[in-house]
């Protein structure tokens, strides 16, 4: 009896501890980081926290140890000495990651990978993926970098849009050794100012599936026609699989690759007349096994949804400012959505959806990038001081609630959830959005709001069901750091990497939950 009584005694003593169990290391902030650093979490490789940083001309890895002390700052020496990076990507493995970059020498551009252990030093010597002449000097990159979800396929593409009406599609297919599988071409029928490509994906497979919207050059700003694109690495050609539109006008369209059931989810809102307001989301499935659609539905979204998602204002334009982000993918066939509302305003006057080329202002798409086309690449100058720039006047940035939609296998919608927040800064979106990382049973969020002009980093989850936790503010933060959630990463299954500014300087937060 007396045993039993000191263990409900200690229990009540250490639940408050196991309730906030949360632990935050930060980094020490690097002076030699200056505001236009770019920097990207390449995540936990065996036991070591490794970040890569860009300062004009210097490339670097920080490896830090689970303190967030830093173990060692690897200077990139392989690179070419006189020539320029035009562009970088990383993919990251258990114990390495590729370091994927595109430099000019004279009239030829280089995509050419090296191979990095944890401990940020080179394995063996860089290998040359591809090479392409241009008459040019290339200030934007030449090709795009997709890999797949298993990252056993790789591909590096380009699309040559020279030729206005025939867009020249090239892709080399890599293995996680980076040994090539295929290379092709293909040539994609263009009509000049009214068809556009989606996003372009990679499945387990190697395949390349994206889509083709075609518009109707007596109804400029419309999408009457939808093809979905996929190009098997062991095929000739590019597949064309047309998408039955009914009379709806698509905005936002995404891409999403099922592995597992070997699905293509094809997304986007919509509205029942040009130029109005956003009316529901509209959804296709196209199974990979029959190359046909399973199923095409819309979805209308109701006035509960909408008054739940507008946090002020009419609920007929509850949608506009919202953009499609993520969208998760389910064993069971089923699917999750998130979407945020986001827009800008400057000296006052507001942008709307149809103000932005691409979707939203808070994010673009790598894979407009073309070359050959004055048109192929857009300057975003609103993405902040790190690595991004400054506009010449001021424009305030808004990001607004989140909204999450889960659908089953047939995409019928199960249930919704909004997680309210209101946030904005002026010539720079650093501090607002949200990042996500996923606990057993739940995905997180984590925001900032503002609470007597002080940022504090929020925490809320949303179960399997769409029950919403909305936890308390999260302990143990120190003073002066500024958090920057949408850059967060998770580097294992309870811990997450968030960067954030101290006193101007960049450093980063280990969260462990």
Not at 27 to 42: G, L
Not at 192 to 221: R, T, Y
Not at 342 to 367: C, E, H, I, L, Q
Not at 409 to 422: A, Q, R
Request: one cysteine or more.
């Amino acid at each position: 009896m007396i045993k039993k009584y000191f263990q409900l005694v200690a229990t009540i003593i250490l639940f408050p501890l196991l309730v906030h169990a949360q632990k935050i290391n930060y980094s020490e902030p690097d002076r030699d980081d200056v505001r236009n650093t770019d920097f990207e979490i390449i995540g936990k490789l065996n036991n070591h926290y490794l970040v890569y940083k860009h300062i004009r001309t210097a490339y670097t890895v920080s490896i830090f140890n689970s303190d967030m002390e830093l173990l060692d700052k690897t200077d990139f020496d392989f690179l070419p000495r006189n020539e320029k990076l035009i562009n970088t990507d990383i993919i990251a493995y258990h114990d390495f990651f590729y370091f994927i970059y595109q430099y000019q020498r004279k009239n030829v551009v280089y995509c050419t990978a090296a191979k990095i252990d944890d401990n940020g030093k080179i394995m063996g010597e860089p290998i040359v993926l591809d090479t392409t002449e241009i008459n040019f000097f290339a200030s934007n990159k030449i090709y795009n970098v997709i890999y797949s979800e298993n990252k056993q396929r790789i591909g590096v593409y380009k699309v040559n849009s020279k030729n206005e009406t025939r867009y020249v599609f090239t892709n080399c297919l890599f293995d996680g050794s980076l040994k090539l599988i295929a290379k092709y071409s293909n040539l994609i029928p263009i009509q000049p100012h009214f068809d556009f490509l989606s996003e372009f994906s990679l499945d387990n497979d190697g395949c390349i599936s994206f889509v083709k919207a075609s518009g109707n050059a007596n109804n400029s700003g419309t999408i009457e026609q939808l093809n979905l694109l996929v190009r098997t690495p062991d095929g000739d050609t590019i597949n064309y699989y047309p998408i039955g539109m009914p009379k709806i006008f698509l905005d936002d369209i995404r891409l999403k690759i099922d592995n597992i059931n070997k699905h293509i989810l094809i997304t986007s809102f919509f509205a029942n007349q040009k130029r109005g307001n956003i009316d529901g989301i509209y959804c296709v499935l196209w199974d990979k096994n029959s190359n046909a659609i399973t199923y095409a539905k819309q979805f209308v979204f109701n006035d509960q949804l909408k008054s739940n998602a507008k946090s002020q204002g009419s609920t007929r334009t509850a949608f506009n400012d919202y953009f499609l982000q993520k969208i998760v993918m389910r064993k069971d066939g089923g699917f999750v959505i998130l979407s945020e509302s986001a827009y800008t305003s400057n000296k006052g006057v507001y942008s709307n959806r149809w103000d932005y080329m691409y979707g939203s202002p808070f994010w673009y798409n790598s894979n407009y990038f073309l070359y050959g086309s004055p048109y192929g690449y857009t300057y975003y100058p609103w993405m902040g001081p790190y690595g991004y720039g400054f506009q010449n006047q001021m424009t305030r940035y808004y990001a607004d609630n989140v909204a999450i939609m889960s659908f089953d296998s047939t995409s019928s919608m199960e249930w919704t959830s909004i997680i309210p927040k209101s946030q904005y800064d002026d010539n720079t979106d650093n501090f607002i959005g949200y990042g996500t990382y996923v606990t057993p049973g739940k995905i997180n969020f984590l925001y900032n709001q503002i609470e007597k002009r002080t940022l504090i980093l929020q925490n809320e989850s949303i179960t399997p069901d769409g029950k919403k936790t909305e936890a308390p503010t999260l302990p143990n933060l120190d003073k002066g750091y500024q958090f920057m959630p949408h850059y967060a990463k998770q580097v294992n299954s309870r811990e997450v990497l968030v960067p954030c500014q101290y006193r101007n300087y960049l450093c980063f937060a280990r969260i462990e939950f």
